[in-house]
């Protein structure tokens, strides 16, 4: 079945620092990606889309100037945190889909703590 | 704007009974829906589908049923297990595919042994 990897599981950095998430299709190609965030005991809410080649596309209240996506190839997409700050810390979760209904494939998650 | 809902944020069922957890829409767009299972600090793990031209899909214990009028949607465990403990979201979708998911607000499902 389809697997995504998503690295690190968790991350601790220091405020105003910058984290770089990964998140790989290992057998399958991902056309489209999603990230995600969860805060304590809250839904996932859709952080924004990615298609392989072109710029992501936010959610409204998404700062895309902070949260730096990249979808370079196929099968890995990038969430870089820029300037993290303590209110960042939040459990980030990417999904991938090859496309035309193949459903999507969650990765495992990373918890970023910023101190 | 919450357009998925799930207004039960915990159950706790008998070992052996039926777990129901239930869903609710506001976007008659959405003619896909998926409910995932979840634990703390893991990603979500995809149990079943539905989409809009039917109102019933059954895999194995779990079952899904859509009433497309009312925009409610609700999962059957039967008969539940203490696996089944875990935190349940029902998503929906405009365009299954490449299309973004719209996912609920969750319910915590604790099964008593």
């Known amino acids: 079945g389809a697997v995504v990897s998503q690295h690190p599981s968790w991350v601790i950095c220091k405020s105003g620092t910058s984290v770089k998430i990964e998140c790989r299709s290992l057998?399958?190609?991902?056309?489209?990606m999603f990230w995600y965030r969860q805060f304590p005991k809250q839904s996932l809410m859709l952080m924004a889309t990615?298609?392989?080649?072109?710029?992501?596309?936010?959610e409204q209240g998404v700062e895309k100037d902070k949260f730096l996506i990249n979808h370079a190839s196929l099968t890995l997409s990038t969430l870089t945190v820029t300037s993290a700050h303590p209110e960042d810390s939040s459990f980030y979760i990417c999904?991938?889909?090859?496309?035309?209904?193949?459903?999507?494939?969650f990765g495992s998650g990373t918890r970023l703590t910023v101190v | 704007d919450q357009q998925v809902k799930q207004n039960s944020p915990s159950l706790s069922v008998q070992e052996g009974r039926i777990s129901i957890l239930n869903c609710d829409y506001t976007?008659?767009?959405?003619?896909?829906f998926l409910w995932y299972k979840k634990y703390p600090a893991e990603g979500p793990t995809f149990l079943i589908s539905?989409?809009?031209?039917?109102d019933k899909n059954e895999d194995g214990r779990f079952t899904v049923f859509l009433n497309k009028s009312a925009k409610h949607l609700s999962l059957h465990i039967v008969p539940s297990q203490p696996g089944d403990s875990a935190v349940y979201f029902c998503?929906?979708?405009?365009?299954?595919?490449?299309?973004?998911?719209?996912f609920g607000t969750g319910t915590r499902l604790t099964i008593i042994p």
């Open positions: 976007n008659s767009m959405f003619d896909y």
């Open positions: 990615s298609n392989e080649g072109s710029k992501a596309t936010y």
């Open positions: 057998d399958f190609q991902a056309t489209t």
């Open positions: 998503a929906a979708s405009a365009n299954f595919g490449n299309e973004k998911l719209t």
């Open positions: 539905i989409s809009s031209i039917k």
């Open positions: 999904s991938a889909t090859p496309g035309n209904l193949a459903g999507y494939t």
